[in-house]
C-alpha cells in the first residue's frame, strides 16, 4: 500500500490547522465578548466540545507526536501573525477585537445594544454591584468592553464640560 511522504502529511497538517484555526477564530469572534471569567457552563462546554471536535480536522490520520507538534506550533504561530498583525492594522484589530458598546449613556441603558451584545439585564446589575453603583441612573457613561469586562463612569467620575452630549463617535454607527 502506498503511504504519502511524511513531509507531504505535515504539510497538510499545516493547511489544516491554519484553516480550522481561522475558523475557530472567526466562530469565537461572531460568539460575542464575553471574559473567560464570565464564561457560563454552556460556554466552557461548548469550548472543550469544540476543542475536540476540531482536533481530527487538523491533524487528519496522523496521531503521531510528530503531527501534534506540527499543528500545536501552527497554532502558535498562526496566534503570533495574528496578534501582530492587530498591533500593525486598526482595521484587522477591530474586525478580529470588535469595537466597545456604550450600554449606559447619561443614566439610560441602551437596550437595543445590549440585545445586539447578548448582556442581559442581571449581567448588567451584577456588574454594577461589582463596581459599587448600586443603579443605572448613577452612571455617565458604562461601555462594554472589547475583551467583554464592563467599564463605568459615574457622573461623580467626570467633569460635567467632559460629559458627550452624544454617543461617542464609535459607540454611534447605525445597530
Not at 501573525?81 to 441602551?110: E, W, Y
Amino acid at each position: 500500500m502506498f503511504l504519502p511522504h511524511p513531509v507531504i502529511m505535515l504539510g497538510q497538517i499545516v493547511i489544516r490547522t491554519g484553516l480550522i484555526y481561522a475558523l475557530v477564530l472567526l466562530g469565537v469572534r461572531l460568539a460575542g465578548k464575553r471574559e473567560v471569567g464570565q464564561m457560563t457552563p454552556f460556554d466552557l462546554t461548548l469550548l472543550l466540545l469544540l476543542s475536540n471536535s476540531v482536533q481530527n480536522a487538523m491533524t487528519g490520520p496522523d496521531t503521531s507526536l510528530a503531527g501534534g507538534a506540527v499543528a500545536a506550533i501552527t497554532l502558535f504561530v498562526m496566534n503570533h501573525f495574528v496578534a501582530n498583525l492587530s498591533g500593525m492594522n486598526r482595521n484587522f484589530r477591530k474586525f478580529i477585537q470588535g469595537q466597545p458598546a456604550m450600554l449606559i449613556h447619561d443614566g439610560t441603558v441602551i437596550e437595543s445594544h445590549m440585545a445586539k451584545e447578548h448582556v442581559s439585564m442581571d449581567e448588567l446589575e451584577r456588574a454594577l454591584r461589582e463596581h459599587s453603583i448600586a443603579s443605572p441612573k448613577e452612571v455617565a457613561i458604562g461601555v462594554l468592553e472589547v475583551d467583554g469586562s464592563m467599564s463605568f463612569l459615574k457622573y461623580d467620575d467626570v467633569k460635567p464640560e467632559a460629559l458627550p452630549r452624544r454617543r461617542v463617535r464609535f459607540l454611534n454607527r447605525k445597530q
